[in-house]
């Protein structure tokens, strides 16, 4: 089932840019362009060069934003880990899949063309 999600996840991002980010009162917002969107629930880390960051340091923000508008190339999905976004300069962004970071029953929602829907 987590590789059936993982393929499906890598179907709609696998080529395309990170369009937009949006900081909800108590989640993000990752938008891909074209779509899907991905609503992350739990704590995100940014990596790029030699700078990293989770959700709530200094620096966050702008790292995340600075993946704006690089082309994802790999996506991993690891069950109680986390997912993973790879893009063609090294970078990542990581949606924590902990349990101890979990503060709804799901981590993330993916939303796309025809009704994509998955939740985690």
């Known amino acids: ?24 009162m108590d989640y993000v917002q990752l938008q891909f362009d074209p779509p899907p ?3 992350a629930l ?3 880390t940014v990596q790029s060069g030699r700078q990293t960051a989770t959700s ?7 790292l995340l934003c600075e993946q704006i508008p690089k082309t994802v190339i790999g996506v991993s999905l690891v069950d ?3 997912l993973t976004f790879s893009f063609q300069d090294g970078s ?5 899949l902990r349990k101890v970071d979990y503060v709804c029953p ?5 939303l ?5 829907c998955i939740v985690i």
């Open 1 to 24: 089932m987590i590789s059936d999600i993982q393929d499906t996840i890598r179907q709609h991002v696998i080529g395309r840019r990170l369009s937009g980010v949006t900081f909800v």
């Open 37 to 39: 969107t991905i609503n």
């Open 42 to 44: 739990t704590p995100i």
């Open 56 to 62: 709530g340091d200094e620096s966050f923000r702008n």
């Open 80 to 82: 109680g880990e986390a």
């Open 92 to 96: 990542t962004i990581s949606i924590s």
């Open 106 to 110: 799901e981590a993330v929602n993916v």
């Open 112 to 116: 796309g063309p025809d009704n994509l």
